[in-house]
């Protein structure tokens, strides 16, 4: 069974960081494209990020370019999400998800596993 957990999600100010991780199991995880997807409700989701399996490629939304950053640990089997400069527009639930792409989709429907999400919010 193929598992991924979120954590590290929270209130915080408008300027304040985050860092999620999502940590997964019961796959082989070097080889799967990893991103970060949020969704806010009554709006679409949203990509956020991507990382290849060898982490090697890395693709952002272009809105948040240089405020976020992900990355991966395969000796650890997690992503993570660094988020700075954080805005209440930034308010979302996160999910982590996997798919087998070799490079990362910015299309939700690319990505077979997802996690259940972890809540951000932003306040001004």
């Known amino acids: 069974q193929v598992l991924l957990v979120e954590s590290g999600g929270g209130l915080v100010q408008a300027g304040g960081s985050l860092r999620l991780s999502c940590a997964a199991s019961?796959?082989?995880?070097?080889?799967?494209?990893m991103a970060w997807f949020r969704q806010d409700p009554g709006k679409e989701r949203e990509f956020v990020a991507g990382i290849s399996g060898d982490g090697a490629f890395r693709n952002y939304a272009n809105s948040l370019k240089g405020r976020f950053t992900i990355s991966r640990d395969n000796a650890e089997n997690t992503v993570f999400l660094q988020m700075n400069t954080l805005k209440p527009d930034d308010t979302a639930v996160y999910y982590c998800?996997?798919?087998?792409?070799?490079?990362?989709?910015?299309?939700?429907?690319?990505?077979?596993?997802w996690g259940q999400g972890t809540q951000v919010t932003v306040s001004s």
């Open positions: 998800v996997a798919g087998l792409s070799d490079t990362p989709s910015t299309s939700w429907y690319r990505y077979i596993y």
């Open positions: 019961g796959l082989s995880f070097s080889r799967y494209t």
